[in-house]
């Protein structure tokens, strides 16, 4: 499928600067791209990218030019580019808008309007299921749950009893929300498994990613605030409660009973430890190991993790260390001389 230039333009309510009848025949981004592409440039200041670039066409901010390329000129480049790669290549439909025959649904499940189950999904009794709902083949939802209208459920997700779904949340494949948390009594020796009476709760548009655990809390919910979104492969423990539009990054861990405020970003492979608050807006670097509260808007690197201007002067210091061990070699001589020197000078004497 093949565009000229002047229809992409129109499309994006941009202004073409060079040839309005060139053909193009994909879209991809400036590394990536061919001849024939078009591509996009986000800001001025990035111009260097494109001094390999083979595309044939450039979406740029209106204050960019190029002798080089076609260039179609926009308010927003990532926005327009975003259109671009859709008209090419539009999103496939999730679902196919029906219940399979082979999804097993308890007589008690309430359905919504329009909504989607693949097959071998299991939906167990008392379950509510809001409309425009999407649930993907193989997905396993307990007893007493509630999903929220426009959520999407991937493949293989299991949803423990009790868990609760706000509105258009999205759980990639394998997640799996509401296990028991990891806590024991071991005070007779033994592991008993603590009481586990409580649920997951996610507010409205949490997104959870593939393969990611959110655990039950003992008595009460593990909640997640409206807007957070979490990565892949990420772990939070029982009793935790998490604010509203944090960001946390793949293979992050938080430990039972931890909290955040709202805006809060934590980077890949962060470890928080149980019992502590992170404030509203504090960002934690990637593998920052977190050990005690951290007050709102702190920038937090390192294992421990401490404020991000001390590790920069901790880094310069260890980067020095070598030299430093010279030098300390060096001043030993000395005063191993000097040293010998005096005790020559005193038995002169």
């Not at 001094?51 to 960019?64: H, K």
């Not at 909640?223 to 990565?231: N, P």
């Not at 960001?247 to 909290?259: D, H, K, N």
């Amino acid at each position: 499928m093949t565009y000229p230039l002047a229809e992409l333009a129109k499309l994006v309510g941009g202004t073409i600067v060079g040839d309005e009848n060139l053909v193009i025949s994909g879209a991809a981004p400036v590394h990536n791209a061919e001849k024939g592409d078009i591509t996009f440039l986000s800001h001025a200041d990035k111009s260097s990218y494109l001094t390999n670039c083979r595309a044939s066409a450039i979406v740029v901010p209106r204050d960019v030019q190029s002798d080089q390329f076609a260039v179609i000129q926009v308010d927003d480049a990532v926005a327009a580019f975003e259109m671009i790669v859709r008209h090419f290549c539009p999103p496939r439909e999730l679902r196919k808008r029906e219940i399979h025959p082979m999804a097993i649904i308890d007589a008690n499940v309430v359905l919504g309007k329009d909504v989607s189950i693949g097959p071998y999904t299991v939906i167990e009794n008392e379950v509510e299921i809001g409309d425009h709902v999407t649930i993907g083949a193989g997905v396993r939802i307990l007893a007493g749950c509630k999903i929220g209208p426009y959520s999407v459920i991937f493949p293989n997700a299991v949803l423990y009893e009790n868990t609760i779904l706000g509105r258009r949340c999205i759980v990639h494949a394998c997640a799996v929300l509401g296990a028991y948390g990891f806590g024991y009594d071991s005070s007779n020796g033994t592991h008993i498994l603590s009481q586990q009476l409580g649920n997951t709760v996610l507010g409205d548009d949490v997104e959870v990613g593939a393969c990611s655990t959110i655990d039950r809390g003992t008595y009460g919910p593990t909640s997640i605030g409206d807007g957070t979104k979490i990565d892949n492969l990420v772990m939070i423990a029982h009793n935790c409660r998490i604010g509203k539009f944090n960001l946390i990054c793949a293979g992050t861990g938080i430990a039972g009973s931890s909290t955040t405020g709202d805006y809060v970003v934590m980077a890949g492979r962060v470890g928080v430890r149980d019992h502590v608050h992170v404030g509203n807006g504090a960002v934690l670097g990637a593998m920052a190991g977190v050990i005690g509260d951290v007050p709102e808007g702190a920038r937090l690197v390192g294992i421990p993790a401490t404020p991000e201007k001390e590790q920069m002067r901790m880094q310069v210091a260890k980067a020095k260390l070598p030299e430093m061990r010279r030098e300390l070699k060096e001043l030993k001589e000395t005063v191993r001389d000097l040293q010998m020197r005096i005790d020559r000078m005193t038995g002169d004497s």
